[in-house]
């Protein structure tokens, strides 16, 4: 990394991947950098752990809607870097507001683009898209690589379902990224995260839903899609990877890299709740087990030698101590 000043703009700052990227680049980078964060607080919060974090001399915060193409005005431009990581997100919400989904992710990202093409061209952009762009090739084809490389078809497999709103959003928002970074020739790189996991993650995802029944010791313990796969990257570990394809110029040749973020280890849901009963010392007397939720994907496992190719990244968070560490947090921050 060199010492030049590095100027960063985060959209989606208060939430959970923005706040995790923004402790991780203030601790890289040091007095080296000035960070802009954007939130509108639609999902993001104002607690205590953000408050505190925006009080660094180091962070601007700006409140703005991001649909709004006025705000853009007031975000000024020179920003090495721009994470673009604003979106609704949690599979919950996508069933509750699958319109919301789509105009939110889908505005924002051409906005973005366009004034980044406009007023900060010579800069970097990140956009989050997220594995559920391609979730659906395994029902509509069979079959699906295990691990599953960047270049598999992305596939919405039924538009009539809101489960979808999400995936088809992180698609169209490909496309955008993609073709904008030809068109005007600058520099980016897509992440596609893979069940990015730990505190602070709202309360809708399955690592916080089993901590909460865990906490309440719900017993029979309901866990969907007990055979169902994922793998699950501890957020710290997820964040330095993103900061290492920005900071790497392996990612800086035309087209921009499309690149998977996530760990090895494939465990069912079931295992998953073993794992935690295991590090939490509390074991329900029984489970039940019940069907996995409509469109939900069966396995998922993502081929992540591209992101170590071009960076050298490995994880350094076991699953066993991301599970404690995000555990804890939420025995102490109950859902309201």
């Known amino acids: 990394m060199d010492n ?15 706040y995790f990227l923004t402790k991780h680049l203030l601790e890289e980078y040091g007095d080296n950098c000035e ?9 993001g919060k104002t607690d205590e752990d953000f408050k505190k ?12 809607d991001l649909t709004d193409i006025n705000s853009y005005g007031k975000l000024g431009n020179g920003y090495d870097y721009v994470y673009h990581l604003a979106a ?6 996508f069933y509750a507001m699958p319109h919301e989904t789509l105009r939110i992710s889908t505005l924002s990202l051409i906005y973005i683009l366009e004034w980044f093409r406009k007023e900060n061209s010579q ?7 997220s594995n559920e762009a391609y979730a659906g090739a395994l029902s509509a084809f069979g079959k699906l690589p295990i691990p599953t490389p960047e270049n598999v078809p992305l596939v ?24 904008y970074a030809k068109m005007y020739n600058f520099r980016g790189v897509i992440v596609r995260p893979h069940n990015f996991y730990g505190p602070r993650a709202g309360y809708d995802h399955v690592i916080p839903e089993f901590s909460q029944r865990i906490a309440q010791k719900v017993d029979p313990f309901p866990i969907y899609g007990a055979d169902d796969t994922r793998t699950f990257c501890y957020i710290t570990d997820a964040v330095r990877a993103m900061r290492m394809l920005m900071d ?21 849901m079931k295992e998953l709740a073993e794992k935690m009963f295991e590090v939490t010392g509390w074991k329900p007397n029984a489970l039940d087990i019940k069907n996995s939720p409509e469109g939900s994907v069966k396995r998922r496992l993502a081929d992540v030698s591209k992101l170590q190719k071009l960076t ?25």
């Open 156 to 179: 919405v497999e039924d538009t009539y379902n809101p489960r979808w709103s999400y995936a088809g959003s992180k698609l169209v928002g490909e496309l955008f990224m993609i073709n």
């Open 88 to 93: 609704i997100n949690g599979t919950k919400n």
């Open 123 to 129: 800069g970097k952009i990140c956009f989050t898209s």
């Open 4 to 18: 030049k000043n590095k100027k960063i703009l985060i959209t989606g700052g208060a939430g959970f991947i923005g």
């Open 248 to 268: 790497s110029q392996n990612t800086d040749s035309q087209p921009i890299e499309t690149v998977h973020i996530g760990d090895f280890k494939e465990v069912t």
């Open 312 to 336: 050298g990244w490995k994880p350094e968070i076991s699953l066993e101590q991301g599970l404690k560490t995000t555990y804890d947090w939420y025995l102490a921050n109950p859902k309201k």
């Open 35 to 43: 960070l802009v964060l954007v939130d509108n607080f639609q999902r």
């Open 53 to 64: 974090l925006i009080g660094d001399k180091r962070i601007k915060f700006l409140e703005l």
